[in-house]
């Protein structure tokens, strides 16, 4: 009965991204492009028509699914896969993509917000196409299954496990008792953002096509621009300051934003994680300014700080924009640069990586262990933000980092099985696992992912989810307890 359910859930979820296939195929109508629009997506839409009637008309009166935690891992693994099998078809159909492996490997990277593309020349894609690209970012930035669960309550589906199993969302529990309700908040802050950053792009001379895109992708910390330059392309010193602080403002606790409208500023400026978060970004901005001011890359420290704050910003909310070819930077800003990629954002964010909230917690607990270790007798514990973290919410957090080491250990192998460097290999691997998508080497800035064959593209889109779902949800279905 509940794999019954499950099926459901998944319809469900495809509807949903259905319906934002038939919106981008409206624009693409509005926008002047008909022949493209009709030819990229009739038949996708058509497939996402008849999941919609089929979930409605099977619609049992006062019928609800409830999904288990364990189910719950299930379904949302599931639902990331072949929401990005139906998202590779307008790609495919469009001749944008011809290859089913490059086009899944795209909608993977829109999705998981990754940013990681295998396109060499953007600007020549369909408008209709470009926004789809961009649209997937912000379906997954916020998360599908998020979405999906704000709706899911209209057809019969309860979604809290559903919520609790797609770990990068915001923390939901404290927000209000119906997980529906909270998911709603969650995606109309999401939406106020991005309609604030929206207009403010066009205030600094973007059509509303660019910025909505951008707007989408920031929001997201995706990385899809419509330009091949990225936002450099824009030689706009207005429009770099706002997508960086838009960029940052995405790499917040969502939860924070709900604080800030209930009032309760005092929680917003206490909060640990936001904290080290800002204190990282401003340290990383001003380290990488002054050496690019030391190697004479800028004459300015004005506009060194421009450039370095927007990257800075950029790597470490694993966004993926780039202004500049920061190859081309002196070995130290390369350095700060290369471990942002460890850190990633906050919990709750839609950022990836690692999560400046865990690494936190455990330098805490390393300190922690050392005071034991120097007055054995004594009683420790973690704090954060005066409130005591039980040891299993460590030892979790502990584990995650393990398995995202040896995840990245693994998969770095993988790629250079293809022959490819160790700072490529090791690079892709970062870029792909924390979500960021611009690297180093053979995928710096000004390159792509086209070249590599396609079992490291198909490997290196597992990474992207496997980072995106934040390992336990993905590694779990693969365990034997989980089928007994």
Not at 152 to 162: C, Y
Not at 196 to 218: P, R, Y
Not at 276 to 303: C, H, R
């Amino acid at each position: 009965m509940e794999f019954k359910h499950l099926i459901r859930a998944l319809f469900g979820l495809l509807s949903i991204v259905s319906a934002c296939m038939i919106a981008v195929f409206a624009a693409g109508i509005l926008l002047g492009e008909t022949t493209d629009a009709i030819r990229s997506f009739s038949i996708p839409c058509m497939v996402g028509i008849l999941m919609i009637i089929v979930l409605l008309a099977t619609k049992k009166q006062n019928e609800k699914a409830i999904l288990s935690q364990r189910m719950g891992y299930l379904f949302v693994t599931l639902a990331w896969v072949f929401a990005t099998l139906l998202g590779s078809l307008p790609f495919i159909f469009s001749g944008a993509i011809p290859s089913f492996v490059d086009a899944f490997f795209e909608t993977m990277s829109g999705f998981t917000t990754t940013g990681a593309t295998i396109l060499t020349d953007i600007e020549v894609l369909p408008k209709c196409i470009l926004l789809w690209r961009a649209v997937t970012h912000w379906l997954g930035g916020m998360g599908i299954v998020v979405l999906t669960v704000a709706v899911l309550p209209l057809l019969g589906i309860g979604g809290r496990a559903l919520l609790e199993a797609e770990a990068p969302g915001p923390q939901v529990d404290k927000f209000t008792p119906r997980i529906s309700e909270t998911a709603k908040i969650l995606w109309l802050i999401y939406l106020g953002l991005t309609v604030i950053e929206i207009l403010l792009l066009m205030i600094g001379g973007m059509s509303l096509f660019d910025a909505a895109t951008h707007a989408f992708a920031t929001m997201a910390t995706g990385g899809f621009s419509t330009k091949n330059l990225s936002v450099g392309a824009y030689h706009s010193a207005y429009i770099d300051i706002v997508i960086t602080i838009f960029m940052l403002f995405a790499g917040l606790n969502f939860s924070l934003y709900w604080k800030l409208l209930k009032g309760n500023i005092k929680a917003v400026l206490k909060d640990t994680e936001a904290r080290v978060y800002i204190l990282i970004f401003l340290a990383a901005s001003i380290i990488i300014a002054l050496n690019l001011l030391q190697g004479k890359n800028f004459l300015s420290f004005g506009t060194a700080l421009r450039y370095a704050s927007f990257q800075a910003a950029s790597i470490l909310t694993t966004t993926g924009f780039v202004t500049a070819d920061y190859l081309t930077w002196p070995a130290l800003a390369q350095t700060v640069l290369f471990i942002l990629m460890f850190i990633g954002g906050c919990s709750g964010s839609t950022g990836g990586g690692i999560k400046v909230g865990r690494i936190t917690t455990l330098i805490k607990m390393g300190f922690t262990e050392m005071r034991y270790l120097i007055k054995p007798r004594g009683i420790y514990g973690v704090f954060i933000d005066g409130q005591y973290l039980k040891k299993n919410v460590v030892y979790d957090i502990a584990a995650m980092v393990i398995l995202y080491l040896v995840s990245m250990i693994v998969s770095t192998f993988v790629v250079s099985t293809g022959g490819y460097d160790i700072l490529t290999s090791l690079s892709a691997t970062l870029a792909t696992l924390g979500n960021i998508g611009p690297g180093f080497a053979l995928v710096g800035p000004v390159f792509n992912y086209a070249f590599f064959p396609d079992y490291i593209k198909v490997w290196l889109s597992f990474i992207m989810l496997l980072g995106r779902l934040e390992i336990f949800t993905v590694l779990v279905i693969f365990t034997k307890s989980y089928w007994k």
